[in-house]
């Protein structure tokens, strides 16, 4: 059975840090594209983050760039989203999804995880 799981979501103050990590039972991630995203109420969902399954290629939306840090560990099957200096804004639903390639929106993924909530608020 092919399965995402997202856990490391929580509560963090501005300028705080967190860790998601998306683990995969059922398949080898590590033939796939990672796509991280995010939903916050009333908004549609956005893309994060991606790692490519050819060459390990990163892209990160511009409102994440240079805080947030994609990763893939392919021995625990799992990859990772490091979030540092997080912000009010960044307080959302955090899925992550496998797909052929990278791609900036949600149609060319596959399979999702059940998400994890990020909240950011002192």
């Known amino acids: 059975q092919v399965q995402l799981v997202e856990s490391g979501g929580g509560l963090v103050q501005p300028g705080g840090s967190l860790r998601l990590s998306c683990a995969a039972s059922?398949?080898?991630?590590?033939?796939?594209?990672i796509g991280w995203f995010r939903q916050a109420p009333g908004k549609e969902r956005e893309g994060v983050s991606c790692i490519s399954s050819s060459d390990g290629s990163t892209y990160y939306a511009d409102s994440v760039k240079g805080r947030f840090t994609i990763s893939r560990d392919n021995a625990k099957n799992t990859v990772y989203l490091q979030m540092n200096s997080l912000k009010p804004e960044d307080t959302a639903v955090y899925y992550c999804?496998?797909?052929?390639?990278?791609?900036?929106?949600?149609?060319?993924?596959?399979?999702w995880g059940q998400g994890t909530q990020v909240t950011v608020s002192s």
């Open positions: 999804a496998t797909g052929g390639r990278c791609s900036p929106g949600p149609e060319g993924y596959d399979y």
């Open positions: 059922g398949f080898t991630l590590d033939y796939y594209a």
